[in-house]
């Protein structure tokens, strides 16, 4: 086989397999980073996670009742993070009338000032190749 045509064909191949897994794209963002976000050690069980970058590229991501959050094209360099909170549906009860269970222990609820990332004080750094991220608001 022709050099030239191998050395393209396993460029193409490399330049594949770094998009796939999550290395960035050609738009330069870091396609899916997961992690976990907590207060003080312990998780946050709603919300919504809000990074934004340096030229105010913003990516979202739900909070899971586990703490967990997957966010996708993720703008990379420095960020600011904050995690909003209060606006999620809250459960009463179920179309049969029976009244919901209350939680085992109240759910964990971050200060005013981490809900916005200009103000959370948080920071961190998104380099491609970079897949989790856990967040302990303190």
């Given amino acids: 086989m022709n050099p030239t045509i191998l050395r393209w064909r396993v460029w193409c191949a490399v330049l594949a397999a770094a998009v796939v897994a999550g290395c960035g794209g050609p738009d330069g963002r870091v396609r899916e980073i997961r992690g976990t976000v907590s207060y003080k050690g312990e998780p946050l069980q709603s919300g919504t996670v809000r990074v934004v970058g340096a030229n105010h590229e913003v990516a979202f991501a739900a909070v ?67 897949t989790r991220l856990d967040i302990d608001f303190r």
């Avoid at 993070?81 to 009244?99: A, C, L, M, T, Y």
């Avoid at 200060?111 to 970079?130: A, L, Q, R, Y």
């Fill in 64 to 130: 899971q009742k586990d703490g967990s959050y997957i966010l996708t094209d993720v703008p990379p360099g420095e960020v600011k993070i904050g995690v909003q909170q209060g606006n999620e549906p809250r459960s009463v009860g179920d179309s049969s009338g029976k009244k919901a269970e209350k939680a085992a222990k109240p759910p964990v609820t971050l200060p005013k000032k981490f809900h916005d990332p200009e103000t959370s004080g948080v920071t961190h750094t998104i380099t491609h190749g970079m």
